[in-house]
T-cell receptor, first 113, second 118 residues
Framework: AQKITQTQPGMFVQEKEAVTLDCTYD???????LFWYKQPSSGEMIFLIY????DQQNATEGRYSLNFQKARKSANLVISASQLGDSAMYFC??????????WGAGTKLIIKP | GAVVSQHPSWVICKSGTSVKIECRSL??????MFWYRQFPKQSLMLMAT?????????EQGVEKDKFLINHASLTLSTLTVTSAHPEDSSFYIC??????????????FGPGTRLTVL
């Protein structure tokens, strides 16, 4: 079974700075996928970025990029030029063979003006 | 595209009553939907996998007689919390994924339903 670990319960970052949110995973499946979701205070889960285990390049989506290091089993989310609207909970999740998502504990990100 | 709705957005009910939460895929067919619950400041906990036309698969520790799931069509799954008690108060979220090339990697989430049991 997969295990997703997010070791940062919370982070404060100055507006416009880049921020890295850590995520490590543990799986024995050769084929897997890793996701990052944003959950603002309203509760909705917003998909940010996806990285497949066979993808050759790190995924990028606008200001979001995923620093995928297979050997270290890490899939850190990098947000460039942070904005006040980035304040939210961020969850890393891994997809298993049944398409179920295994969730990390989450990181609460607060952007300071 | 790929929108999932939930109804109601929030509900307050008395202890002992039953509450039904609907999850709809508005512009795609969802063979499989997932139901999660989330306690404050915690991560999502998968409750069950809802499959159209068949019985739901419940995660260990989730009472299937208390949390009834019906997935009667390709666009609708319902979760009924029976004889609700205050400890059932939580945020319930559904999700679905598209079984088509290129999009099956992404799950689409409903906006969630906040249940408060008095």
């Amino acid at each position: 079974a997969q295990k997703i670990t997010q070791t940062q319960p919370g982070m404060f970052v100055q507006e416009k700075e880049a921020v890295t949110l850590d995520c490590t995973y543990d799986t024995s499946d050769p084929s897997y996928g890793l996701f990052w979701y944003k959950q603002p205070s309203s509760g909705e889960m917003i998909f940010l970025i996806y990285q497949g285990s066979y993808d050759q390049q790190n995924a990028t989506e606008g200001r979001y990029s995923l620093n995928f290091q297979k050997a270290r089993k890490s899939a850190n989310l990098v947000i460039s030029a942070s904005q006040l609207g980035d304040s939210a909970m961020y969850f890393c999740a891994g997809k298993d063979s049944n398409y179920q998502l295994i969730w990390g504990a989450g990181t609460k990100l607060i952007i300071k003006p | 595209g790929a929108v999932v709705s939930q109804h109601p957005s929030w509900v307050i009910c008395k202890s002992g009553t039953s509450v039904k939460i609907e999850c709809r895929s508005l512009d795609f067919q969802a063979t499989t939907m997932f139901w999660y619950r989330q306690f404050p400041k915690q991560s999502l906990m998968l409750m069950a996998t809802s499959n159209e036309g068949s019985k739901a698969t419940y995660e260990q520790g989730v009472e299937k007689d208390k949390f009834l799931i019906n997935h009667a069509s390709l666009t609708l799954s319902t979760l009924t919390v029976t004889s609700a008690h205050p400890e059932d108060s939580s945020f319930y979220i559904c999700s679905a994924y598209i079984l088509s090339s290129g999009r099956e990697n992404e799950q689409f989430f409903g906006p969630g339903t906040r249940l408060t049991v008095l």
